[in-house]
């Protein structure tokens, strides 16, 4: 069960990029990733999101709730993100 979310996850994020990747050089791009929680696994997510954004000179915004409890607290983050107008969205949800 893991490792199909881990590669339904892996695919979207490449799908994502994949197409945001035919944007313009001249445009800047913004990304946000929202993960599940402050975990060990989910920190490699956000570092990996971050370094794929500097390779291509995007910006990147990773946020995640402090635990897997706090569904409020993401649903709030992808609310932020959605206000400040990211081009990009990446969710882990709860």
Not at 4 to 26: N, Q, Y
Not at 37 to 43: I, N, P, Q, S, T
């Amino acid at each position: 069960m893991k490792v199909s979310k881990v590669l339904a996850l892996g695919m979207a994020a490449a799908m994502v990029f994949g197409t945001v990747c035919v944007a313009s050089a001249e445009e800047n791009i913004s990304v946000g990733c929202v993960v599940k929680a402050k975990h060990e696994y989910y920190d490699k997510v956000i570092r990996g999101a971050q370094d794929a954004c500097d390779e291509y000179g995007w910006e990147f915004t990773g946020m995640s709730p402090s635990s897997f409890d706090d569904i409020d607290g993401q649903v709030s983050m992808v609310e932020d993100m959605v206000t400040a107008g990211v081009n990009v969205l990446l969710v882990s949800p709860n």
